[in-house]
Structure formats: structure tokens, C-alpha cells
């Protein structure tokens, strides 16, 4: 789903070409590791 990739920061999203904020942008301002995939809860 677009707005998930958007909302993690994954792929196309990701902070480096968008400079828009996202969660891995505010995990890596605090040191956190980054996601790599979104996977869904059940």
C-alpha cells in the first residue's frame, strides 16, 4: 500500500528523496534502527 510506504519511509518515500518527515526519519534522529519492510499486524 502507497500510503503505508509513505507513512514508514520505504522505497520511492524515504527521507534521502522526499526530505519529507516519516517514521524512519524520526527513528533515525534518535538513534533507533531503521525498517526495512512494512509488515502489517494481524
Avoid: C
Avoid at 524520526?26 to 519492510?37: C, N, Q, S, V
Wanted: hydrophobic letters at 30%; zero cysteines.
Amino acid at each position: 500500500n502507497q500510503r503505508l510506504l509513505r507513512a514508514v519511509g520505504l522505497d520511492k518515500y524515504r527521507y534521502s528523496l522526499t526530505k519529507k518527515p516519516s517514521e524512519n526519519s524520526i527513528r533515525a534522529e534518535h538513534g533507533l534502527p531503521l525498517r526495512m519492510k512494512y509488515m502489517p499486524h494481524h
